[in-house]
């Protein structure tokens, strides 16, 4: 086993004298053993317990079965269906395209925009002078 070196010797030190004991040993343990393997019935058939055990196991996997079936049926649902789109919505997507691109081909530098309160609190939006 590898030995670490001795970087905090007094924490060393400490937890050597506050270590807990170990407890003690039952006296008629040895005996208490051999008693429960003199006692102990073989089983009946040594495969009994295995498929008792697989039994038991494959018993937890029926519902997390169906539940992880669930919701992938609700997944996949809800991702294959097609979003609702109005009508408004597509011709002011399809007149923010062309107007973005149509000034994006323009070969005039594109104008500064100031945004500023007015007295009733309302945002404005207003060119700002450009200086050459």
Do not use: C
């Not at 009508?87 to 399809?94: I, K, P, Q, R």
């Amino acid at each position: 086993m590898t030995q670490f070196p001795d970087d905090d010797p007094m924490l060393t030190n400490f937890l050597r004298q506050h270590r807990a004991a170990p407890p003690l040993a039952s006296p008629d343990l040895e005996d208490r053993i051999v008693h429960a393997i003199a006692t102990d019935r073989p089983a009946k058939k040594p495969g009994a317990q295995v498929i008792s055990i697989h039994k038991k196991r494959s018993l937890w996997l029926v519902p997390s079965t169906l539940a992880a079936g669930l919701m992938v049926a609700l997944v996949s649902y809800q991702t294959l269906q097609r979003p609702q789109v109005r009508a408004g919505d597509t011709a002011n997507l399809e007149t923010f395209v062309e107007n973005n691109w149509d000034n994006s081909l323009l070969e005039e530098p594109a104008a500064e925009w100031v945004v500023s309160l007015d007295s009733t609190g309302q945002t404005t939006h207003e060119p700002a002078a450009i200086s050459n």
